[in-house]
């Protein structure tokens, strides 16, 4: 090949890998970027209020505010001319000392009254500025990049002099909540193992219509819409549903099992969903081993157990590898499921990203639980890497 | 002529490849080059969406010849935030609670309301009012169970707490907010004094002191139509539940579930239009619409929700207005919601109750 067209190989491989790495900065990299920085960022006060970030610096931080802090926080809210933006500040300062909310829509008001050269009294205005707990907070939330949101996604939090501690259990129990998001994953791709691995081999080993029934009853759930599956479980699991109506008839057990609303109840739904992620990456390994391994291995002495701990496994462990971490690595963003099926001790960390993005708009908690849940998959999917590259590796 | 042939191919390939690539530019580019879209009317959902079809999005749809297509969201202030500042945002009408009204309002999240073109505000309760919202409905938060399983029902939050004269499990819906007030009632505090004692920390205290006694019997429900399906399919002996679709229940399935009104829970929904929607004209016609007091007047026959305005109150027929939060029998020992407390406490309080529910 002359070296001209090989340029023209390489910039025709450009253009077809193009678009898709720009879909791919687009759709993958940018918004994780975004939340990685959304996590440790918190500008909304440095931006608003300069005046009275460079006026309490000067401040004794166990006294009521000076004259020249309420000076320089009435210049500041009256500079404020978008609604937004004063709501950022609300929002923050609320989020760091609740009564904020009160306080700054009741204080801009009465700004707003005032005549442009009055004196400013912000404690004649509301008396809860004499208490210093709130320009502690203002002072608290002065720098534009923090931990705040990381540490306390993990239960923890600077105290006023600036030593990480814990925070008691009383008031926040992330690490619960993410010990068990992924004790649930982890039983959840065990669970799908258990039962998808002989379900592959069937399909594996069966041949024409029964094959191309197997493989149905794995896709079609796939295509059927994950809210729509749950809700079908719910009815299914209820205490008067059709699972312990049955066991009831037949005698199994006297009193309903209590499904609904419990950790037994998420793991049958939340495996009944992911079961095609585990089943599909094994079958697809499990074709590609060669049939007459089988008798290869029982002519040499070895029994079926023997022959299939010691041939098939091992030559189907990637697709085990895949599919559980398929399977886990969706099953720990999981919301809609143990949101309805389960109980108050069943909510995974997709819950509380929820309620700190969509209840309370506050996006830098959100960002914080996002990027701890980020951290142990991609953690996972470099052992992954590992596993898959050293096999290769062996194999060619 | 192979070399020929081969700049041909490349020729054409580059050429798919630059199709390829503005049509799929035209594809991520294309939701903000479409075409107008139709008014988007957003409310909760369920048998109350349904009344507000009928009564309000078709008719007005026939009379203004502008079709609505409306959808159903389960509140939070920051999907409104979210598609307020993501620009164009793809709702117009939003009905909001008082606290996403309060919020969203100082946040300039919303369209200033010219209430010259809606209503005659002197016809307004006055939580219905506001610069940036016109009040819909009056709703109430309140003990509903099935007559059907209980006879002999509970009268008040102490019964709900019962679980000796009740057995069972009981609902609520999750989060802080009602849960903590309702707690305090069922502690014996009189309701006119629930927030002031909740505003102390010992208050606080007390609520998820008296929330532990319940702990174990309690079930948690987030949309408004979790609570009759609980109560229908006998998983739970009584729930807290939004009036109107108890009512709306009964109604339309025969169903005989009972509302108590001693320690319900008032509170003012309101439409509000979203900053920079697309048709916020039309969407304002809408509000118009939905508040002239002989449309307002029709939805108590379907479902049992207080009217912000007074002559339309007084339109409805005698047999609905039992059933409404409105109605003076049913108010004297209910709570109004204080909006203030809540967009105070929201945060730290759901904080602190998310704490409580994992231990």
Redesign the interface.
């Known amino acids: 090949m002359s070296a001209p067209q090989e340029i023209?190989t390489a910039s025709?491989r450009a253009?077809?890998l193009?678009?898709a790495l720009v879909?791919m900065a687009?759709v993958f990299f940018l918004p994780i970027w975004t939340v990685l920085v959304q996590s440790v960022s918190d500008p909304a006060i440095s931006n608003a209020l300069p005046a009275t970030v460079a006026a309490v610096a000067e401040w004794d931080p166990h006294t009521a505010p000076t004259i020249a802090m309420q000076e320089a926080l009435a210049e500041d809210l009256r500079a404020i001319d978008?609604?937004?933006i004063?709501?950022?500040v609300?929002?923050r300062l609320?989020?760091q000392q609740?009564?904020?909310?009160?306080l700054i829509?009741r204080t801009s008001g009465a700004l707003n009254r005032l005549a442009d050269d009055a004196s400013i009294d912000l404690v004649a205005i509301d008396p809860r500025w004499d208490d210093p707990i709130y320009s502690q907070a203002i002072a608290a939330t002065m720098s534009p990049t923090t931990d705040r949101f990381l540490l306390a996604a993990v239960d923890m939090a600077r105290d006023a002099a600036g030593n990480i501690g814990t925070v008691g259990?009383?008031?926040?129990?992330n690490r619960?909540?993410f010990l068990r998001t992924f004790a649930i994953a982890a039983t959840v791709s065990l669970v799908c193992l258990l039962i998808g691995y002989p379900y592959a081999m069937l399909m594996a080993s069966s041949r024409g219509w029964v094959r191309g029934v197997l493989i149905a009853s794995v896709l079609l759930p796939l295509w059927t819409s994950l809210l729509v599956r749950t809700a079908a479980w719910y009815v299914l699991l209820?205490?008067?549903?059709l699972i312990n109506s049955a066991l009831q008839w037949v005698g199994l057990i006297d009193e309903p099992l209590g499904l609904?609303?419990s950790r037994t109840g998420v793991v049958i739904a939340m495996s009944h969903v992911l079961l095609p992620f585990m089943v599909l990456p094994i079958y697809s390994v499990l074709l590609t081993i060669p049939p007459n391994l089988g008798p290869a291995a029982a002519s040499l002495g070895a029994n079926p157990i023997r022959s299939f701990l010691h041939v098939q496994l091992p030559l189907s462990s990637l697709g085990i590898a895949s599919g559980s971490l398929l399977v886990f690595m969706s099953a720990i963003g999981y919301y809609i499921t143990p949101?309805l099926i389960g109980?108050?001790?069943d909510?995974m960390i997709s819950s509380?990203i929820a309620?700190?993005?969509?209840?309370?708009?506050?996006?830098g908690m959100a960002a914080a639980f996002g990027v701890l849940l980020l951290i142990p998959t991609l953690l996972l999917y470099v052992a992954y890497d590992r596993v898959t590259s050293r096999t290769n590796g062996r194999s060619t | 002529m192979g070399n020929l042939d081969g700049k041909g191919k490349q020729m054409s390939n580059r050429l798919t490849l630059t199709i390829a690539g503005v049509v799929g530019l035209s594809t991520l580019l294309a939701p903000t080059m479409t075409m107008a879209r139709d008014l988007t009317v957003v409310s909760w959902g369920g048998n109350y969406q349904d009344a507000q079809r009928e009564i309000f999005f078709k008719p007005f749809a026939e009379t203004s010849g502008m079709p609505v297509l409306d959808e159903a969201w389960d509140g939070g202030i920051g999907v409104i935030q979210s598609k307020v500042r993501a620009g164009n945002p793809n709702w117009d009408v939003v009905q909001v609670e008082a606290e996403e009204l309060a919020l969203g309002c100082f946040d300039g999240l919303y369209e200033t309301i010219d209430w010259s073109r809606v209503a005659d505000q002197n016809d307004f309760l006055p939580p219905a009012i506001s610069e940036c919202g016109v009040g819909a409905i009056v709703w109430s938060t309140a003990i509903a169970y099935d007559s059907a399983v209980l006879a002999e029902g509970p009268n008040s939050w102490a019964d709900f707490w019962d679980t000796a004269k009740f057995p069972g499990k009981r609902a609520l819906r999750k989060g802080p907010k009602y849960t903590l007030e309702f707690a305090l009632m069922a502690d014996g505090v009189p309701p006119h004094d629930v927030y002031q004692v909740l505003s102390t920390p010992p208050g606080v205290d007390r609520a998820f002191a008296k929330l532990d006694e319940l702990k174990d019997s309690l079930v948690w429900w987030e949309a408004g139509a979790q609570p009759l399906q609980l109560l229908a399919s006998g998983e739970v002996v009584m729930t807290a539940a939004y009036n109107g679709r108890i009512t709306g229940i009964n109604r339309s399935e025969g169903r005989n579930f009972k509302v108590v009104w001693p320690g319900s829970i008032l509170a003012v929904d309101s439409w509000v239009i979203l900053k920079d929607a697309e048709n916020k004209e039309a969407a304002l016609d809408f509000i118009s619409f939905a508040s002239k007091p002989e449309n307002l007047a029709k939805l108590p026959e379907f479902i049992a929700y207080g009217l912000p305005s007074i002559s339309a109150s007084d339109m409805v027929p005698a047999e609905y207005q039992l059933d409404l939060p409105t109605y003076p029998d049913n108010l004297t020992e209910a709570l109004p919601l204080d909006v203030d407390f809540w967009i105070d406490n929201s945060e730290s309080l759901t904080q602190r109750f998310n704490a409580w529910l994992n231990q």
């Open positions: 023209k025709a253009m077809l193009g678009p879909f687009m978008d609604p937004q004063l709501g950022d609300v929002r609320n989020s609740a009564g904020f909310r009160t829509s259990p009383d008031v926040s129990a619960d909540t209820q205490d008067k549903g609904l609303f949101a109980g108050p001790t909510q509380l309620f700190f993005a969509m209840g309370s708009a506050n996006w």
